[in-house]
């Protein structure tokens, strides 16, 4: 019904920057908060920063002053603009929405996209 495709992710040394992007489509009427998860190997899946429609974003404390995320309703994509990359930034990044798509609204999710920071 929703789907939600990444793209951005890569290898990329620490202090470096990347930018994910995500992009949904399919039969949403609307789209409420958009965001970015992560997941590293034997970790569980954690906020990263989520943006509400109105922009209003909110950042998990471990990277706040470092990743900023945005969006364009318009085009139905979020952006995650990361910078000053660690090595514990290492993960799968999955894109979240919470999307209405008639009658009911739900939690959609990307497929991830592997970022890692490595010299």
């Known amino acids: 019904q929703v789907q939600l495709v990444e793209s951005g992710g890569g290898l990329v040394q620490p202090g470096g920057s990347l930018r994910l992007s995500c992009v949904a489509s399919?039969?949403?009427?609307?789209?409420?908060?958009m965001g970015w998860y992560r997941q590293a190997p034997g970790k569980q899946r954690e906020l990263v920063a989520i943006?509400?429609?109105?922009?209003?974003?909110n950042y998990a404390d471990l990277v706040k002053g470092r990743f900023y995320i945005s969006r364009d309703n318009a085009k139905n994509t979020v952006y995650l603009q990361m910078n000053s990359l660690k090595p514990e930034d290492t993960a799968v990044y999955y894109c979240?929405?919470?999307?209405?798509?008639?009658?009911?609204?739900?939690?959609?999710w990307g497929q991830g996209t592997q970022v890692t920071v490595s010299s």
């Open positions: 979240y929405a919470h999307a209405v798509v008639v009658p009911t609204s739900s939690d959609y």
């Open positions: 399919g039969r949403m009427s609307s789209i409420y908060d």
């Open positions: 943006v509400t429609r109105n922009s209003n974003p």
